[in-house]
C-alpha cells in the first residue's frame, strides 16, 4: 500500500528547450541573485536602522543606494593577506565552495508556468527532476563544507571553533527540515518542485501543514546561521568564526554565500509552502486566474522570496542570540522529536485515505492546530533549576597530572594546553604577581621620604635584573 498522493501531476515540459533558452535562463538566475543580494544589503541596514532607532546608510546616493557600491569598492581595494601557516589550497578553496554550492539551488525553483520565450513555450524553471528536493538538499549540505574547510585550513583557534560549530548545527539542523519536508512529499506525491507547485492549487501547504512549515522555518534560520543562531561566526565568543582570517574578495565570497543561501531557503519556503508562484487567495481570484498565467507569477514569486528574507532581518534585529547549550537543545529536544511525531500523523492520514474518503484539507487543519498548542506549550513550560550539589573531591587519575583533590593548586598547563580549574580547584598563586609585589615593596623601602623616583622605574629594573 502506497501512502503517496494518487493523483497524476503535471510535470514541466522541458522539450522544446534549447542551448540558448538554458543560457539565457542561467544568466537571468545569476542576476537575479546577485542584484538580491546588493539589494538585501541595503534593505537590512535601512531596516534594522529603522528598528533599532538609529540611522542606517543615508549619505551614500540617494536613500543610502550607494552603499552597496562602497561596500563592493572596499571588499576588492582591501588588502588581501595570505596566511603563513595556512594550507593555501584549502585556505582557497574553502569561499570557492561556499559560494558556487549557493548557486545551484535555483536551478530547479519554478519562477513561473510555461511562457513563450523568442518563439518556444518553456516554463519558468532552468530544469526539474523526480528528485528536485533531494538535490536541494544535496547541494545544501555539500555548502557546509566551504566553512569547515575554511575554517580548519587557517590554522587558527577561532576558526577552527566557528567550523566545528557549524558542521554541529548543520548536522543538526538539517535532521529537522528534512523531516518537515517528508510530510510536503507525502501529501504532494511527488519531490518535483513543478509538481508540488501545481499540488497547492486549492490550499497552501504552509496552511495545511502549518506544524511542518514552522518547523521549516525556524531550522532555515540556523541553516543559514543568522541571528539568533550564528554560533559559528558570534562575533563576542569567536572574533568572526570561520572568516576570522580572510579578508578582501576571500571574505566576500563567504559573504556572499551567506546572503545567496538566505535567498536559497526563502525560495524553497515559497516553492513548498507558500504556493510558488501562484497568487495568493485575493488575487488568484481575478478574472477566473489570469494573474496565475503569463509572465504575472514571477511577480509573486519574488515578492514572496522577499516577505521571508524580510522575516529573517526582522528577527536579527529583534532576537538575542542562544547560547549553544541552548542551541542544541531546541534542535534535538524540541524540533526533530515534534518533527518525527508530524510525520507519523500525516502518514496515518495518508494511509487512512487509501480506504475512506475523507477529507485532507480538514484533517490536517485540524491536527496543524493540535500540533502549533502543544508546541507553544511545550515552549512556555517552566523548567524547574537544579539545585547545584556541593563540589565533591576529585580522586586523583592515574595519567592526568592536571586532575587533583578539589581544593588544591594544580597546574593548568601540566598537560599541554591551557586547562581551566574544575569546581573546588582553585589556580596555584600566580608567580608574576608575587615577583611584582616583593619588587613593589623593595623600591618603597629603598626610596628615601620625599624622593620623586617612580616605584614602576625601579620596578623595570629589578624585572630587568
Same mark, same amino acid.
Request: without cysteine; charged residues 15%; proline residues 7%.
Given at each position: 500500500?502506497?501512502?503517496?498522493?494518487?493523483?497524476?501531476?503535471?510535470?514541466?515540459?522541458?522539450? /522544446? &528547450?534549447? %542551448?540558448?533558452?538554458?543560457?539565457? @535562463?542561467?544568466?537571468?538566475? !545569476?542576476?537575479?541573485? +546577485? *542584484?538580491?543580494?546588493?539589494?538585501?544589503?541595503?534593505?537590512?541596514?535601512?531596516?534594522?536602522?529603522?528598528?533599532?532607532?538609529?540611522?542606517?546608510?543615508?549619505?551614500?546616493?540617494?536613500?543610502?543606494?550607494?552603499?552597496?557600491?562602497?561596500?563592493?569598492?572596499?571588499?576588492?581595494?582591501? /588588502? &588581501?593577506? %595570505?596566511?603563513?601557516?595556512?594550507? @593555501?589550497?584549502?585556505?582557497? !578553496?574553502?569561499?570557492? +565552495? *561556499?559560494?558556487?554550492?549557493?548557486?545551484?539551488?535555483?536551478?530547479?525553483?519554478?519562477?513561473?508556468?510555461?511562457?513563450?520565450?523568442?518563439?518556444?513555450?518553456?516554463?519558468?524553471?532552468?530544469?526539474?527532476?523526480?528528485?528536485?528536493?533531494?538535490?536541494?538538499?544535496?547541494?545544501?549540505?555539500?555548502?557546509?563544507?566551504?566553512?569547515?574547510?575554511?575554517?580548519?585550513?587557517?590554522?587558527?583557534?577561532?576558526?577552527?571553533?566557528?567550523?566545528?560549530?557549524?558542521?554541529?548545527?548543520?548536522?543538526?539542523?538539517?535532521?529537522?527540515?528534512?523531516?518537515?519536508?517528508?510530510?510536503?512529499?507525502?501529501?504532494?506525491?511527488?519531490?518535483?518542485?513543478?509538481?508540488?507547485?501545481?499540488?497547492?492549487?486549492?490550499?497552501?501547504?504552509?496552511?495545511?501543514?502549518?506544524?511542518?512549515?514552522?518547523?521549516?522555518?525556524?531550522?532555515?534560520?540556523?541553516?543559514?546561521?543568522?541571528?539568533?543562531?550564528?554560533?559559528?561566526?558570534?562575533?563576542?565568543?569567536?572574533?568572526?568564526?570561520?572568516?576570522?582570517?580572510?579578508?578582501?574578495?576571500?571574505?566576500?565570497?563567504?559573504?556572499?554565500?551567506?546572503?545567496?543561501?538566505?535567498?536559497?531557503?526563502?525560495?524553497?519556503?515559497?516553492?513548498?509552502?507558500?504556493?510558488?508562484?501562484?497568487?495568493?487567495?485575493?488575487?488568484?481570484?481575478?478574472?477566473?486566474?489570469?494573474?496565475?498565467?503569463?509572465?504575472?507569477?514571477?511577480?509573486?514569486?519574488?515578492?514572496?522570496?522577499?516577505?521571508?528574507?524580510?522575516?529573517?532581518?526582522?528577527?536579527?534585529?529583534?532576537?538575542?542570540?542562544?547560547?549553544?547549550?541552548?542551541?542544541?537543545?531546541?534542535?534535538?529536544?524540541?524540533?526533530?522529536?515534534?518533527?518525527?511525531?508530524?510525520?507519523?500523523?500525516?502518514?496515518?492520514?495518508?494511509?487512512?485515505?487509501?480506504?475512506?474518503?475523507?477529507?485532507?484539507?480538514?484533517?490536517?487543519?485540524?491536527?496543524?492546530?493540535?500540533?502549533?498548542?502543544?508546541?507553544?506549550?511545550?515552549?512556555?513550560?517552566?523548567?524547574?533549576?537544579?539545585?547545584?550539589?556541593?563540589?565533591?573531591?576529585?580522586?586523583?587519575?592515574?595519567?592526568?597530572?592536571?586532575?587533583?583533590?578539589?581544593?588544591?593548586?594544580?597546574?593548568?598547563?601540566?598537560?599541554?594546553?591551557?586547562?581551566?580549574?574544575?569546581?573546588?580547584?582553585?589556580?596555584?598563586?600566580?608567580?608574576?604577581?608575587?615577583?611584582?609585589?616583593?619588587?613593589?615593596?623593595?623600591?618603597?623601602?629603598?626610596?628615601?621620604?620625599?624622593?620623586?623616583?617612580?616605584?614602576?622605574?625601579?620596578?623595570?629594573?629589578?624585572?630587568?635584573?
Amino acid at each position: 500500500m502506497t501512502i503517496l498522493a494518487t493523483t497524476a501531476l503535471p510535470t514541466a515540459d522541458f522539450s /522544446e &528547450d534549447t %542551448w540558448w533558452i538554458w543560457l539565457i @535562463k542561467s544568466v537571468v538566475i !545569476l542576476v537575479f541573485l +546577485v *542584484a538580491s543580494v546588493i539589494l538585501a544589503l541595503w534593505v537590512e541596514r535601512r531596516g534594522l536602522g529603522r528598528m533599532q532607532t538609529r540611522p542606517g546608510p543615508n549619505v551614500t546616493g540617494p536613500l543610502g543606494f550607494g552603499q552597496a557600491i562602497a561596500d563592493a569598492l572596499k571588499l576588492v581595494l582591501k /588588502e &588581501d593577506f %595570505w596566511l603563513k601557516g595556512a594550507d @593555501k589550497f584549502i585556505y582557497l !578553496l574553502g569561499p570557492f +565552495v *561556499a559560494a558556487f554550492t549557493s548557486f545551484l539551488v535555483y536551478a530547479v525553483l519554478p519562477f513561473g508556468p510555461e511562457v513563450s520565450m523568442f518563439g518556444i513555450t518553456t516554463p519558468l524553471q532552468l530544469t526539474d527532476m523526480p528528485v528536485a528536493v533531494v538535490y536541494i538538499l544535496a547541494v545544501t549540505s555539500l555548502g557546509v563544507y566551504g566553512i569547515v574547510l575554511g575554517g580548519w585550513s587557517a590554522n587558527s583557534t577561532y576558526p577552527l571553533l566557528g567550523a566545528v560549530r557549524s558542521s554541529a548545527q548543520i548536522i543538526s539542523y538539517e535532521l529537522s527540515m528534512g523531516l518537515s519536508l517528508v510530510s510536503v512529499f507525502l501529501v504532494s506525491g511527488s519531490m518535483s518542485t513543478s509538481q508540488i507547485v501545481d499540488a497547492q492549487t486549492q490550499l497552501w501547504w504552509g496552511i495545511s501543514l502549518l506544524p511542518a512549515f514552522v518547523i521549516y522555518f525556524i531550522s532555515m534560520v540556523g541553516e543559514v546561521n543568522r541571528l539568533p543562531f550564528d554560533l559559528p561566526e558570534a562575533e563576542g565568543e569567536l572574533v568572526a568564526g570561520h572568516t576570522t582570517e580572510y579578508s578582501s574578495m576571500k571574505f566576500a565570497w563567504f559573504y556572499l554565500a551567506e546572503y545567496i543561501n538566505m535567498l536559497n531557503v526563502s525560495g524553497v519556503a515559497v516553492t513548498l509552502f507558500l504556493g510558488g508562484w501562484r497568487a495568493p487567495f485575493p488575487l488568484s481570484a481575478i478574472g477566473d486566474g489570469v494573474l496565475n498565467t503569463g509572465w504575472w507569477p514571477v511577480l509573486w514569486f519574488v515578492a514572496k522570496v522577499w516577505i521571508v528574507m524580510f522575516m529573517m532581518i526582522w528577527m536579527r534585529g529583534t532576537l538575542l542570540r542562544f547560547r549553544y547549550d541552548q542551541f542544541m537543545n531546541l534542535g534535538w529536544k524540541i524540533l526533530i522529536p515534534v518533527a518525527l511525531v508530524w510525520l507519523v500523523a500525516v502518514a496515518i492520514i495518508q494511509g487512512v485515505r487509501q480506504f475512506a474518503d475523507v477529507d485532507l484539507t480538514t484533517l490536517l487543519l485540524w491536527i496543524a492546530g493540535v500540533f502549533v498548542v502543544l508546541m507553544v506549550a511545550l515552549l512556555l513550560w517552566p523548567t524547574r533549576k537544579k539545585e547545584e550539589a556541593p563540589p565533591e573531591a576529585v580522586v586523583p587519575t592515574a595519567g592526568r597530572p592536571d586532575i587533583v583533590p578539589a581544593g588544591s593548586d594544580f597546574d593548568a598547563f601540566a598537560g599541554g594546553y591551557p586547562v581551566p580549574p574544575l569546581p573546588g580547584q582553585t589556580l596555584p598563586p600566580s608567580p608574576r604577581r608575587a615577583r611584582r609585589e616583593a619588587t613593589a615593596m623593595a623600591a618603597t623601602q629603598r626610596t628615601p621620604a620625599g624622593s620623586t623616583a617612580a616605584p614602576h622605574t625601579q620596578d623595570k629594573e629589578s624585572h630587568d635584573v
